[in-house]
Structure formats: structure tokens, C-alpha cells
């Protein structure tokens, strides 16, 4: 490929030495300032930015403070001259086919094509599709919908230029009016739930559908190539613990994995064992029921081994089970035992359990969302929420603020964005982080968590990884 490149220049520079000097034009010479994007540049020499990254050979539409860009002075001249090369070339700028050195055509990517969701304009247009009807269960998605325009005004502020379009799904159809915003959406977020969704899906084409709240839709990604779902699962959270373990575990630490008695393990359970086991991590396991009684407490602390730490694992999210857990590792605490407790997030949300106790094990917990009420960001966007809507924020509202302004701007910074997406590494926002990964032929999963950790000192910090 890079040799085919190669000869490509070399052709295109052989043909504008050969182009009638009536067809050659000038430019200015613009100095990039800190502050611009190449959108600025375009709107101040009304020139198009397609045409600024086609004569200095930029690839992305991003451009760097002092960067040397050549602006052509007529515009028309310029499309003149180009008319007369690519006359000259014999190629079409719709589908370039070329010669590679073993004579093969080249040929464009056909997924590329399908998957080229970005209008041909600067402006981003996006589409939600929510609940907004009058009982409380739409609260929430009201809620979703002011973080999301709150993330449009504030992208608005920093120069992109956003077009969003709502539709209120209530009914078993779509209306025409409804797949004529569909139609012009470069990205639709929502609806909420999995049934709704696939009704979206029937109608939406090639549109890159977004699940924005339901971890329950993501078996959608196994098959649907244009779907992606924003939550991360609860699978997730224990691949990460697996991962955190190993990486915190020394040569000699006590690993111990606790569950219940009679009770099957999740799918994401199961792939914690099956990684620790795969990382090379030995570790014990410990089943035992609450309704043992007395006998708990000394089955519990056979499994701790004296000077080391002891990292366990709950292998469990039913809360009676969890907190005889904790429960009984503190009192091991106090027997001298040095625990590290490592759980997924639905322990924090268990009334039973005593805080205290969850800082006293320093609890290790891989969580979805967690917000960092210390952040500038969070409280930026926290007073500005107050002042708009009159409201404290809810996690559906951080959650329609990361949902929109990440995909807005992804979508801003190149026009083949959803391709892209596996490769743009993990982007941290409010409440989420999101990290997307492709599922074979199908779509994409967010494999994002955050890494948050009960102090013996009364303080909950992230993790950053």
C-alpha cells in the first residue's frame, strides 16, 4: 500500500507539471493560530474544508497551532485546475481504482462505503429517540434528554455545529415525520429498551443505532453490525476485576473466591475464574451457606493465611449472601488478617451492609459509572444543570451529557467515525468511561469501567487505568 501511494504521488505530480498554465492557480499561505480548527479556517476564506485537506495533503480534518496551510486565492480557478488533472489522470473522485505493482486494481473498502455514515456537511446531525410520554417512568428518559442538550450547547460553544432532532416513541410505528429525521441523522441515540430498540432497528437502515441505557440490549451487538451499545455490562465489571487482581497480586497473596452455596454463577462470574485461572493466578474456593450457622465464621477464616494479604473475591450479588460476607471478613479483620475485598458495583447500592465495614476490608469495586463530584468537569456541569432546570442531576441526566458529547464529537472529527471507534482507545467522561470494542461482524460493545477503591480512611477514590 505504501509503495502504491507512493507511485500515486509521483503520477500526480508528473500530471500537475503537465497541466495548461491557464489552469494553475495561487494561495495564501495561513498560519494555523492555537485557537483555530480548520472549520474557522474554511468560514474565513470561505473556502470548503474538503478542498483545505485536499491541497495540503491532510488525511483527517485536524490541524495544528502554526501549521503552514495553503489557501487557495480563487476558488473557481482551483476547480478549474482540478477538472483539467483529473481529466489528465482518467479517475473518477468517487471511486478511485488505481494499479498496484502486481497489476491488481485497487479497489475501495465495500464495508468503508456501507459504513460512511457522515453527511456530506460540516454539521452534525443527531436523532433522539425516547420515551417522553406523561407517566413516571419517562422521568428518567427526561432526565436523558436534558444532559443530552446540555452536551449539544456546550459542543455549540466550542464551535461545532450540531442539528438535533427528538422523537417521542410512544406507539408500535414510526411516522413519516419520524423516518424523515431518521433519514437525516448521521447517528440515532436510543430508544431506551431492547423491544424498542429493535422496532428502531427495522427502520433505521445503516443508521449507527445507539443503546444508551439498557446494559440488557447488548446481546444486540453479537449480530447487528450498526449498533452499539453505550452501557458497559455487568460482565465487564468482572473481566476488570480479573485484571485488577492480577496486577495487584504478588507471588505470595491469598486469593480466595467466596460464593454460595447452590447458587450458579453469571456468565461474567464464570469468565472471572476462567481469566485468573488463564493469568496463571492459583487461588482457593470457598463455598459455604448462611444458614451454616456458627460454623461459618471458622470454615471463612480457614481459607485466610497469616501475614500476606488476603484478596477475596464475592462471587454473589444477592445481598443477604454479600453481607454475611463482609460481615465475617471483618471480624477477620480483627483477627489480625490483612483482606483486600474485591466485588462488582451492586454492593454499593445494598442498604444492609455498613459503609464502615466496606472501608475497613478497602473494597476494590469495578463499576460502570461513578462520579467524581471533585472533578472540575462534574461540577461545572452540575451548577450549570441546577441553574438551567432547576434540578439536581441524576445519573440518566450525566449519562445523556456522555452519551451525546462523545458521539458528537466523534462524529466531528472525521466523517468515517464508526469505523473508528475500536481504535480510539478509552475516553473518559463524566460518569462513564467508554471504550468500544467490535464484536466480530456485528457491532460494537462498550468495554469501559472505572476502578474505584474504599479507603481505610474514610475517603472513595478512582483508580485511574
Same mark, same amino acid.
Request: charged share 25%; net charge negative.
Given at each position: 500500500?505504501?509503495?502504491?501511494?507512493?507511485?500515486l504521488?509521483?503520477?500526480?505530480?508528473?500530471?500537475?507539471?503537465?497541466?495548461p498554465?491557464?489552469? $494553475?492557480?495561487?494561495?495564501?499561505?495561513?498560519?494555523?493560530?492555537?485557537?483555530?480548527?480548520?472549520?474557522?479556517?474554511? /468560514?474565513k476564506?470561505?473556502?470548503?474544508?474538503e478542498?483545505?485537506?485536499?491541497?495540503?495533503?491532510?488525511?483527517k480534518?485536524?490541524?495544528?497551532?502554526?501549521?503552514?496551510?495553503?489557501?487557495?486565492v480563487?476558488? $473557481?480557478?482551483?476547480?478549474?485546475?482540478?477538472?483539467q488533472?483529473?481529466?489528465?489522470?482518467?479517475?473518477?473522485?468517487?471511486?478511485?481504482?488505481?494499479?498496484?505493482?502486481?497489476?491488481?486494481?485497487?479497489?475501495?473498502?465495500?464495508?468503508?462505503?456501507?459504513?460512511?455514515?457522515?453527511?456530506?456537511?460540516?454539521?452534525?446531525?443527531?436523532?433522539?429517540?425516547?420515551?417522553?410520554?406523561?407517566?413516571?417512568?419517562?422521568?428518567?428518559?427526561?432526565?436523558?434528554?436534558?444532559?443530552?442538550?446540555?452536551?449539544?450547547?456546550? &459542543?455549540?460553544?466550542?464551535?461545532?455545529?450540531?442539528?438535533?432532532?427528538?422523537?417521542?416513541?410512544?406507539?408500535?410505528?414510526?411516522?413519516e415525520?419520524?423516518?424523515?429525521?431518521?433519514?437525516?441523522?448521521?447517528?440515532i441515540?436510543?430508544?431506551?429498551?431492547?423491544?424498542?430498540?429493535? /422496532?428502531?432497528?427495522?427502520?433505521?437502515? /445503516?443508521?449507527?443505532?445507539?443503546?444508551?441505557?439498557?446494559?440488557?440490549?447488548?446481546?444486540?451487538?453479537?449480530?447487528?453490525?450498526?449498533?452499539?451499545?453505550?452501557?458497559?455490562?455487568?460482565?465487564?465489571?468482572?473481566?476488570?476485576?480479573?485484571?485488577?487482581?492480577?496486577?495487584?497480586c504478588?507471588r505470595?497473596?491469598?486469593?480466595?473466591?467466596v460464593?454460595?452455596?447452590?447458587?450458579?454463577?453469571s456468565?461474567?462470574?464464570?469468565?472471572?475464574?476462567?481469566?485468573? $485461572?488463564?493469568?496463571?493466578?492459583?487461588?482457593?474456593? &470457598?463455598?459455604?451457606?448462611?444458614?451454616?450457622?456458627?460454623?461459618?465464621?471458622?470454615?471463612?477464616?480457614?481459607?485466610?493465611?497469616?501475614?500476606?494479604?488476603?484478596?477475596?473475591?464475592? &462471587?454473589?450479588?444477592k445481598?443477604?449472601?454479600?453481607?454475611?460476607?463482609?460481615?465475617?471478613?471483618?471480624?477477620m479483620?480483627?483477627?489480625?488478617?490483612?483482606?483486600? %475485598?474485591?466485588?462488582?458495583?451492586?454492593?454499593?447500592?445494598?442498604?444492609?451492609?455498613?459503609?464502615?465495614n466496606?472501608?475497613?476490608?478497602? %473494597?476494590?469495586?469495578?463499576?460502570?459509572?461513578?462520579?467524581?463530584?471533585?472533578?472540575?468537569r462534574?461540577?461545572?456541569?452540575?451548577?450549570?444543570?441546577?441553574?438551567?432546570?432547576?434540578?439536581?442531576?441524576?445519573?440518566?441526566?450525566?449519562?445523556?451529557?456522555?452519551?451525546?458529547?462523545?458521539?458528537?464529537?466523534?462524529?466531528?472529527?472525521?466523517?468515517?467515525w464508526? /469505523?473508528?471507534?475500536?481504535?480510539?482507545?478509552?475516553?473518559?467522561?463524566? $460518569?462513564?468511561?467508554?471504550?468500544?470494542?467490535?464484536?466480530?461482524?456485528?457491532?460494537?460493545?462498550?468495554t469501559?469501567?472505572?476502578?474505584?477503591?474504599?479507603?481505610?480512611?474514610?475517603?472513595?477514590?478512582?483508580?485511574?487505568?
Open positions: 500500500m505504501k509503495r502504491f501511494r507512493i507511485i504521488l509521483a503520477v500526480v505530480w508528473l500530471l500537475a507539471a503537465t497541466v498554465a491557464g489552469a $494553475q492557480t495561487e494561495y495564501f499561505i495561513h498560519t494555523v493560530r492555537w485557537y483555530e480548527g480548520i472549520k474557522d479556517i474554511s /468560514k476564506y470561505d473556502v470548503p474544508v478542498v483545505i485537506m485536499e491541497v495540503n495533503g491532510l488525511e480534518p485536524k490541524v495544528k497551532s502554526r501549521m503552514k496551510l495553503k489557501i487557495p480563487d476558488l $473557481q480557478a482551483y476547480y478549474r485546475m482540478k477538472s488533472t483529473d481529466g489528465l489522470a482518467a479517475t473518477d473522485s468517487s471511486a478511485v481504482v488505481a494499479t498496484t505493482h502486481n497489476d491488481q486494481p485497487v479497489k475501495k473498502d465495500a464495508e468503508e462505503e456501507e459504513y460512511y455514515f457522515k453527511n456530506d456537511n460540516d454539521k452534525v446531525s443527531a436523532t433522539l429517540v425516547l420515551p417522553l410520554g406523561q407517566d413516571a417512568s419517562s422521568d428518567n428518559a427526561f432526565d436523558f434528554y436534558s444532559g443530552a442538550m446540555l452536551a449539544a450547547r456546550d &459542543l455549540g460553544e466550542r464551535g461545532i455545529d450540531i442539528d438535533v432532532n427528538v422523537i417521542n416513541i410512544t406507539g408500535d410505528e414510526f411516522s415525520d419520524a423516518a424523515e429525521k431518521l433519514g437525516k441523522a448521521d447517528f441515540v436510543g430508544p431506551v429498551s431492547e423491544k424498542d430498540i429493535l /422496532k428502531l432497528l427495522a427502520v433505521a437502515g /445503516k443508521k449507527p443505532v445507539i443503546s444508551p441505557l439498557d446494559p440488557r440490549a447488548a446481546g444486540l451487538a453479537d449480530s447487528v453490525a450498526n449498533f452499539i451499545q453505550a452501557p458497559s455490562a455487568a460482565k465487564m465489571q468482572y473481566t476488570d476485576l480479573a485484571e485488577w487482581i492480577y496486577q495487584d504478588n505470595d497473596d491469598n486469593v480466595v473466591l460464593s454460595e452455596t447452590g447458587t450458579a454463577l456468565a461474567g462470574m464464570k469468565e472471572l475464574v476462567n481469566l485468573l $485461572q488463564h493469568k496463571g493466578i492459583s487461588f482457593k474456593s &470457598l463455598e459455604y451457606s448462611i444458614l451454616e450457622g456458627r460454623n461459618v465464621t471458622k470454615k471463612v477464616e480457614s481459607a485466610m493465611v497469616a501475614e500476606v494479604t488476603n484478596r477475596v473475591v464475592v &462471587l454473589s450479588e445481598e443477604a449472601f454479600v453481607n454475611d460476607v463482609v460481615r465475617n471478613l471483618n471480624l479483620i480483627y483477627n489480625k488478617f490483612d483482606v483486600v %475485598l474485591y466485588s462488582a458495583s451492586k454492593i454499593r447500592s445494598y442498604e444492609t451492609i455498613d459503609t464502615e466496606l472501608h475497613s476490608l478497602n %473494597l476494590h469495586v469495578c463499576t460502570s459509572y461513578y462520579i467524581d463530584y471533585d472533578d472540575p462534574v461540577k461545572n456541569f452540575v451548577l450549570t444543570y441546577r441553574a438551567l432546570f432547576n434540578a439536581e442531576p441524576s445519573q440518566f441526566a450525566f449519562q445523556g451529557y456522555d452519551v451525546m458529547g462523545y458521539f458528537v464529537k466523534a462524529c466531528n472529527d472525521s466523517g468515517k464508526y /469505523k473508528k471507534l475500536a481504535r480510539s482507545g478509552r475516553t473518559k467522561m463524566l $460518569q462513564a468511561d467508554f471504550k468500544f470494542e467490535r464484536q466480530h461482524d456485528g457491532g460494537y460493545l462498550n469501559g469501567t472505572r476502578r474505584i477503591i474504599y479507603t481505610p480512611d474514610y475517603s472513595v477514590k478512582e483508580i485511574l487505568h
